[in-house]
Every structure is written in structure tokens, then in C-alpha cells.
DNA sequence: GTCTCGATCGAA
DNA sequence: TCGATCGAGACA
């Protein structure tokens, strides 16, 4: 375990540590299991698979199977989203924009196909490792409280690539687990950030008033899909989009 | 096979 | 505001 000196953030050992939460927490429906996970901790690594880092989760996004067109496995099963078809606990990691890496945990049923999108956290242990995964990643400096804030940010944070796709957070082994930490009370909820299908659907939450939330960013297609003989619509003319304050919506 | 687009991030 | 960068998935 690193310490977490100089960061300016306490360390909350006594919530690094504890059982894992068991796979029936995760075993239900995903828009349950979603505000659920505000304020739990994930840890990855330790003694005997590196620096452990710790994120104490703060924002996240439910996304359904069948009935979601904005998930991955709207389309059914395919190679890429063979684990979010399997047993809820375990980890789906996806490649996205060429560069980036994003982590969901899988809800439901098995055969379900909803998972949650783990999109932002606090680093309450490992600060400097933390920092350093995203020192490689970028020039300027990055402010401690911020090192989680994004999904692919949270991601790089806690070393997970696609090595970590499948990886169960409720075998006794596992590098990676969710302990029970301190469930947020003060949960708000609004649009997913950056889908285009399905965006009105209220299943982000989030810690109210935390600073490590990302800011609400709508999807970049206007439309679902440009009319016949039209290839792409002209950058000028997207709808306009409602004013969304300080990017966190109400719920 | 070929093409389009993306659950993002960071620099300009 | 825009470019990076490449795999998944749709379509031929």
C-alpha cells in the first residue's frame, strides 16, 4: 500500500479495507445497483499484484441490454460484450477513440446484458502511483482531487486495461475488488454524458456537490442518423443544446 | 474487404 | 473547438 502524503486528501483508511461486496449487490437491476455504488471504494493491485490504488466512486452510469440502444449490447452478444452476457461482478472493458480505455461493472442477470459505468472517483489510497499512470498520459499537471474525474481517466488511475475485461471483483483472489466504503447519501441523477441513443434517459448519478463529477457533455450526433444523400450534417448546424448550468442537471 | 463512428481527453 | 487514433460493428 502507497501513502497518500502531500495530496491534501485524508487517507480513509478504514474504509480501504474490508470484505469484498458480494455478487448478489450486483446481481440486480442495474438502475439499483448504479446509486448503490456512489461512495463505495474500488481498489486495484496490492501486495501481490503492485501499488494498490484506491478510488472512492463518485459518479456513475447505468446502462441496460436489450432495451438500452446507448449500451454496447443493445445488438446482442458479440466477441467484445461476451462478459456483460455473463454473471453480474465482474468487470467488461472496453477500447474507445483509439486511445482510451473505460471500466463497467455487470449488473443483473446472467444473459442480461446491463452493466454500470464506473465514470468518475476520489483516489483515497495510492495517490502517487495514481498520479504518475496519469503523468505518462499528459503534459501539465493534474490537481489530486482530480486524478479519477472521467472514465477513462478512473481507468488509467487504477491500471486497468484489457487484461482486467472479465475479471470477477467477487472471487476471493481477485486483484481488483469493491469494498463497502461509505454509501453516499446525497445522490442526484440526470443524462448520460456523450451518448447519442437513448440520451434522455436519467441514469447518470452522482455525489451532489462533488468537484471530481465530470461536467454533462451531450452526444456528439444531433441526429441519429444524417436524411438519405446527406453524409454528414454540416458542424454548424447541430440543434442547439439547453443551457446545463454548471454541467451537473438536476435530477 | 471497406467504411464510419465512438459511453474521451487534452492541447490550442 | 478540434485533433488524436484504432477497433468494433455495419454493410457490400
Same mark, same amino acid.
Request: charged letters at 30%; aromatic letters at 2%.
Given at each position: 500500500m502507497t501513502p497518500v502524503a502531500r495530496?491534501?486528501?485524508?487517507?480513509d483508511a478504514g474504509e480501504v479495507a474490508g470484505p469484498a461486496l458480494p455478487r448478489s449487490f450486483f446481481a440486480r437491476d442495474p438502475l439499483d445497483v448504479a446509486p448503490d455504488l456512489l461512495g463505495r471504494v474500488l481498489v486495484a493491485g496490492g501486495p501481490d499484484a503492485g501499488a494498490a490504488v484506491a478510488v472512492r466512486l463518485t459518479e456513475v452510469e447505468a446502462y441496460r441490454g436489450a &432495451?438500452?440502444? %446507448?449500451?454496447? +449490447?443493445f445488438r446482442g452478444r458479440t466477441r467484445r460484450t461476451a462478459v456483460m452476457f455473463g454473471p453480474a461482478g465482474h468487470l467488461y472493458l472496453y477500447f474507445v477513440y483509439g486511445m482510451h480505455w473505460c471500466v463497467n461493472v455487470v449488473t443483473g442477470w446472467?444473459?442480461?446484458a446491463s452493466a454500470v459505468l464506473l465514470r468518475a472517483g476520489r483516489v483515497v489510497a495510492g495517490a502517487d502511483v495514481a498520479a504518475a499512470r496519469r503523468a505518462a498520459r499528459r503534459r501539465t499537471a493534474v490537481t489530486a482531487g482530480a486524478l479519477a474525474r472521467g472514465p477513462a481517466a478512473l481507468t488509467t488511475v487504477l491500471g486497468? &486495461?484489457?487484461? %482486467?475485461?472479465? +475479471?470477477?471483483?467477487?472471487?476471493?483472489?481477485?486483484?481488483v475488488r469493491l469494498l463497502p466504503g461509505v454509501p453516499a447519501t446525497a445522490v442526484r441523477s440526470g443524462p448520460r454524458v456523450g451518448?447519442?441513443?437513448?440520451?434522455?434517459?436519467?441514469?447518470r448519478f452522482w455525489v451532489d456537490g462533488d468537484p471530481t463529477v465530470t461536467a454533462y457533455r451531450a452526444g456528439t450526433?444531433?441526429?441519429r442518423r444524417p436524411p438519405a444523400g446527406v453524409t454528414r450534417a454540416a458542424p454548424g448546424l447541430r440543434e442547439p443544446l439547453d443551457a446545463v448550468g454548471d454541467g451537473r442537471m438536476e435530477g
Open positions: 495530496t491534501g486528501e485524508p487517507p &432495451d438500452d440502444p %446507448a449500451s454496447h +449490447a446472467d444473459g442480461e486497468l &486495461d484489457a487484461g %482486467a475485461d472479465g +475479471a470477477d471483483l467477487c472471487a476471493a483472489d481477485s486483484a451518448v447519442s441513443a437513448a440520451a434522455d434517459r436519467p441514469w450526433r444531433a441526429q
